[in-house]
């Protein structure tokens, strides 16, 4: 029996599904989980020494490619000074004025340790800070894209179109998601509709301008536009959930390519380079609402713990490098536009990247849409995953997830990758 596998029937013992968070069971694609026992630059290798190219990068984070150097010794010299103190460092102020400069929407910023925890936050923010701080209740998100596991953000459309939210995971009340619409994407009279009926009492509409958890699915620049524009009119925030989009897609992230100034921006991921940190941040006018100034309550015993933030600093310095996002760009787009000269002529077979981030779709076009997305050939995909991974490429382990590339994978690991998937697109065919 392979390592991985023991390793799997042991961690299911003392472990739900034997995994700590829910994707990494290969419940979408089947087959055993592979348990990672080290990683550099562009590779990982598993329990049984098998190496990967990783297109996963821990959801985004390891821009820079794995084990980096100069992030590894920065995190070392923290771990030195101390662990966590439980008080302010400079460190955290060098990082918010870091933040705060490559973001020119935000001019303050608060770190916290997990995307879920900074999207929960920007909420109960909004919540408390719309409607010039007289507080309002309901929120605006969209089918398919994802802003951590928060009560009010488990939510599917209700039966009718303006209808309230159901929960979509047990254990959370219909009363906690009565409160949360949710929309199709990229529908902008979808928008004008929604604030048409509940305009008064919106706090926010929450999205990611580019969706990264329903594979990869570029918003329309009208799309965004009309968020904007009716935010503004009805005097809701608009909040950008840059989590994953946020120094991946671009140094500014996606409100730098879209040219879009969001009230409010979720950050997560590549701040934090590996480590827990993750960040919400908006005008001083929308922040002066948030405890200890203001009354939105919000802490975190190890937010801006010193060695998270020493890993996410370095990280951040390494991806301000003249050229570096031109190069991780044209290196994604590489990738995509290989694979989509590698399908076999008359497959239903789509790529598209936006800077660091990629999306390969077994349909015939692009999707633009969470319906689009659902309904490309996930048993095709499936194959295609398992052929690339007994390749040594290790793709996300679902059809409806997003790839990420790193500054480490040059042309001769993009070559690699296209050499397996010529491999695997034949075996799929
Ligand atoms: C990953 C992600 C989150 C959740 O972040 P966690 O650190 O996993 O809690 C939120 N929003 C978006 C857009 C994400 O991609």
């Known amino acids: 029996m392979s390592r991985n596998q023991q390793l799997f029937d042991r961690a299911r013992l003392t472990t739900p599904g034997g995994v700590n968070s829910p994707v990494r069971a290969f419940r979408s694609v089947g087959g055993t989980p592979r348990f990672i026992a080290r990683a550099e630059g562009p590779y990982f290798w598993d329990a049984?020494?098998?190496?990967y190219i990783d297109y996963i990068g821990s959801w985004g984070p390891m821009i820079v490619g794995h084990a980096h150097p100069q992030v590894v010794r920065a995190v070392q010299e923290a771990a030195a000074r101390g662990l966590s103190f439980g008080a302010p460092t400079e460190a955290e102020v060098e990082m918010a004025e870091t933040l705060v400069r490559l973001v020119p929407s935000m001019e303050q910023v608060r770190l916290v340790s997990s995307g879920t925890e900074a999207a929960m936050s920007a909420i109960r923010l909004a919540?408390?800070?719309?409607?010039?701080?007289?507080?309002?209740?309901?929120?605006?998100?969209?089918?398919?894209?994802?802003?951590g596991h928060a009560?009010?953000?488990?939510?599917?459309?209700?039966?009718?179109?303006?209808?309230?939210?159901?929960?979509?995971?047990?254990?959370?009340?219909?009363?906690?998601?009565?409160?949360?619409?949710?929309?199709?994407?990229?529908?902008?009279?979808?928008?004008?509709?929604?604030?048409?009926?509940?305009?008064d009492d919106i706090a926010c509409v929450m999205v990611e301008a580019i969706a990264g958890n329903m594979n990869l699915v570029r918003a329309t620049p009208e799309f965004l536009r009309t968020m904007r524009a009716l935010c503004s009119?009805?005097?809701?925030?608009?909040?950008?959930?840059?989590?994953?989009?946020?120094?991946r897609v671009a140094l500014g992230g996606a409100q730098s390519l879209y040219g879009i100034v969001p009230d409010v921006t979720v950050l997560g991921k590549v701040i934090g380079g590996g480590m827990p940190v993750a960040a919400f941040g908006g005008s001083r006018e929308v922040m002066k609402y948030l405890a200890p100034e203001g009354a939105v309550y919000q802490a975190g015993t190890l937010s801006g713990n010193p060695v998270a933030v020493a890993c996410g600093m370095a990280t951040l310095k390494l991806v301000q490098a003249p050229g570096f996002y031109e190069q991780l760009a044209a290196q994604t787009a590489k990738l995509a536009q290989g694979l989509q000269a590698a399908a076999p002529q008359g497959m239903a077979f789509a790529a598209d990247s936006v800077g660091g981030m990629f999306g390969l779709y077994f349909a015939a076009d692009v999707p633009a849409s969470y319906a689009q997305v659902m309904a490309a050939d996930k048993a095709r995909f499936n194959a295609f995953f398992h052929a690339m991974l007994d390749a040594g490429v290790y793709l996300a382990p679902s059809a409806f997830e997003a790839g990420f590339v790193s500054i480490a994978h040059d042309n001769a690991v993009i070559e690699a990758t296209l050499a397996a998937a010529r491999g695997a697109f034949a075996a799929v065919a």
């Open 127 to 147: 919540r408390g800070a719309a409607g010039g701080g007289k507080g309002r209740r309901k929120i605006v998100k969209f089918e398919g894209c994802y802003h």
């Open 48 to 51: 049984d020494g098998k190496r």
């Open 233 to 247: 009119q009805y005097g809701a925030l608009l909040v950008f959930d840059e989590v994953m989009t946020g120094f």
């Open 151 to 199: 009560d009010s953000l488990l939510v599917k459309a209700g039966s009718g179109l303006l209808t309230f939210g159901n929960p979509s995971s047990a254990g959370v009340p219909a009363e906690i998601t009565q409160h949360t619409l949710v929309l199709d994407y990229n529908d902008c009279q979808q928008l004008e509709d929604a604030f048409r009926a509940h305009g």
